[in-house]
């Protein structure tokens, strides 16, 4: 079964609109597709309707931002109620957090002598929330790098001149909102962070201390021997094994629908809402 368990609209940093994105994973032969746009579930209705008359299955989704010691940690939320007070409550928060962000950047920017960085960010977002892409759009759209990932180690990493820190809330909580929302919190791309071995691992204790059920083993962005560390740590934690694209649209590597495969021996996560 083709499955695609994370993937962006541009309700986050995606470049599709939801009712395009289901299109696609149905010409992409896409059977299941989640819906995981960052710190919101704004797009869901759009994708619900478009799923209705296509042979796509929907699940609902999101992919929340959390503070791990200094990390920031993506967890994702699986099969969802997206009208939980409790969830929308948080979603708020971190929307809110972002907005503030956004600003500081652009004063960041134009001290250093960009200005209008902020206002194009909002721009490029239209409808949905501000992600540090937008700001990376306008970047390269402006000449001052010549792509997203210049964008990102001049300017909008940790430690470079535009970077702001926030203080997503904790993976407890982030966990704790998705399970009384009904849904399955998921640790995204384990192998994107900058952890050593032994902080893995206590991440892993931790996220499945707070009621974390799964873990992304075949995420778009990791290797072959990632894939297979990220499936024996599935095993040893007793998580369930995720897979998706993190597709954000025509313009990124990631193809909609396309990621490594699970290994036979994991417990394919979709078994628990399909
Ligand atoms: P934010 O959630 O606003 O902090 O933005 C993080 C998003 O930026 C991630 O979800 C990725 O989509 C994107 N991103 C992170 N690093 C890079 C990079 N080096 N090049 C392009 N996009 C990136
Ligand atoms: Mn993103
Ligand atoms: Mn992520
Ligand atoms: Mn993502």
Redesign the pocket.
């Given at each position: 079964m083709i499955c695609d368990l994370h993937a962006h609209s541009y309700y986050s940093?995606g470049e599709l609109a939801p009712t395009d994105l289901v299109a696609l994973a149905e010409q992409r032969g896409v059977e299941v597709l989640a819906l995981t746009d960052?710190d919101s579930v704004d797009g869901i209705p759009e994708a619900q309707a478009a799923a209705r008359d296509s042979r796509v299955r929907l699940i609902v989704g999101t992919e929340i931002?959390a503070m791990w010691f200094n990390h920031?940690i993506h967890i994702v939320g699986l099969n969802i109620d997206p009208e939980h007070p409790i969830l929308i409550d948080g979603l708020k928060r971190h929307q809110a957090m972002?907005e503030q962000r956004a600003q500081k950047m652009g004063e960041l920017f134009i001290k250093q002598g960009i200005p209008g960085a902020y206002e194009a960010a909002r721009d490029y977002a239209q409808q949905g929330l501000i992600?540090?892409?937008h700001f990376?759009r306008f970047l390269v759209e402006q000449g001052h790098v010549k792509d997203?990932?210049t964008a990102?180690r001049k300017f909008l990493r940790r430690g470079k001149p535009c970077y702001v820190p926030t203080q997503w809330c904790s993976v407890t909580d982030v966990v704790d909102w998705i399970k009384q929302a009904g849904g399955i919190a998921v640790l995204a791309h384990p192998a994107r962070y900058k952890l050593t071995k032994t902080q893995l691992q206590h991440l892993l204790r931790d996220f499945v201390g707070a009621g974390g059920q799964g873990i992304e083993v075949a995420a778009s962005s990791h290797t072959a021997q990632d894939v297979l560390t990220m499936a024996r740590y599935s095993k040893e934690y007793e998580l369930l094994a995720s897979q998706g694209s993190d597709y954000?649209g025509p313009s990124s590597h990631a193809q909609l629908g396309l990621m490594p495969q699970l290994p036979n021996d994991c417990q394919p996560i979709w078994r628990a809402f399909l």
């Open positions: 940093d960052h931002s920031d972002r992600a540090r892409p990376a997203m990932g990102f954000h």
